[in-house]
């Protein structure tokens, strides 16, 4: 559980209007933490985390199945994470915290497994490593991929493509960090994942790719190519698609979104 605003982008800090969105979302999460036996950091990326003076309180009691802080991880995430478990105390303040990368676990009738560390978007990707996270319960199976963005490495495929799932959550390829990027080339790995899929699975793709103003021939593409439902996270959910960071230049009143591309997180 976490959201985060990308801290400039077209060289503009975030609007008011996403500001506002910002805390009715983590207010939506500070609500549904407390009927949480557990919760899952994929990695030390903030809008995947609760880092915030005050948020530490939402890890009280929970067991924390969490990326591994000590292999895989770059020298940024290494800190936040030293600054979440022990400045914060949430190693203190947690029933359980779990290294969890590779890890398989039974409760009950849910079986919760997670991936070995996986490359952040491609296979050399500066931004480090996440761990990726299949649910299954009475045969349903959700993989949960964010963060591997368009599953660009092949280590990221092979968790998805592993076994059967009903349901794939995932990132997309970061496309507006991309110049003309081909849709065939960019999605051809996530379009890999999804070309056994039927009619009944569903694909989330969200996050990375909706920061990109042209996501939808993207989105297309696959709907093209595929037989499972694609649908954005707010499609899904029945909102409608607000793409703020990316016409951030349109909510501070520019008409161009000409912009130096840097590195989010």
């Known amino acids: 559980p976490g959201a985060a605003l990308g801290p400039r982008r077209y060289g503009l800090p975030p609007h008011d209007v996403e500001l506002k969105a910002l805390e009715e979302k983590l207010n939506e999460i500070y609500r549904l933490i407390p009927e949480s036996h557990a919760l899952v950091i994929t990695h030390y990326h903030r809008d995947h ?35 979440l478990y022990r400045k914060m105390s949430v190693e203190a303040k947690a029933f359980r915290i779990i290294y969890s990368d590779g890890l398989l676990e039974r ?9 070995n560390p996986l490359p952040h ?9 996440v761990i990726g996270v299949a649910v299954e319960e009475d045969d349903y199976r959700i993989v949960y991929a964010s963060d591997a963005q368009g599953l660009l490495c092949r280590d990221s495929l092979d968790f998805v493509v592993k076994k059967p799932w009903n349901m794939l959550i995932v990132s997309g390829p970061a496309t507006y960090h991309m ?37 939808k021939k993207y989105v297309e593409y696959l709907r093209r190519m595929s037989r499972a439902k694609i649908v954005t996270a707010a499609e899904y959910m029945g ?13 501070w009143g520019l008409k161009s979104h000409e912009e130096t591309v840097t590195e989010e997180e």
């Not at 978007?121 to 480090?128: A, D, T, V, W």
């Open 49 to 83: 985390y609760l880092y915030r003076r005050g948020e530490e309180e939402y890890y009280s009691g929970k067991v924390i199945y969490a990326k591994n802080p000590h292999s895989y991880i770059n020298p940024s995430q290494r800190i936040r994470a030293y600054v």
């Open 239 to 251: 909102f409608e698609v607000k793409q703020l960071e990316a016409y951030r230049f349109s909510l």
């Open 179 to 215: 110049k003309n990027p081909d849709p065939r080339v960019v999605m051809e790995n996530l379009l890999r994942a999804i070309s056994s899929a039927d009619e009944n699975a569903v694909v989330v793709v969200d996050h990375h790719l909706l920061r990109d103003i042209n996501y």
């Open 121 to 129: 978007g491609e296979c050399n990707s500066k931004l480090g490593w």
């Open 107 to 115: 409760i009950g009738r849910v079986k919760l497994e997670f991936s």
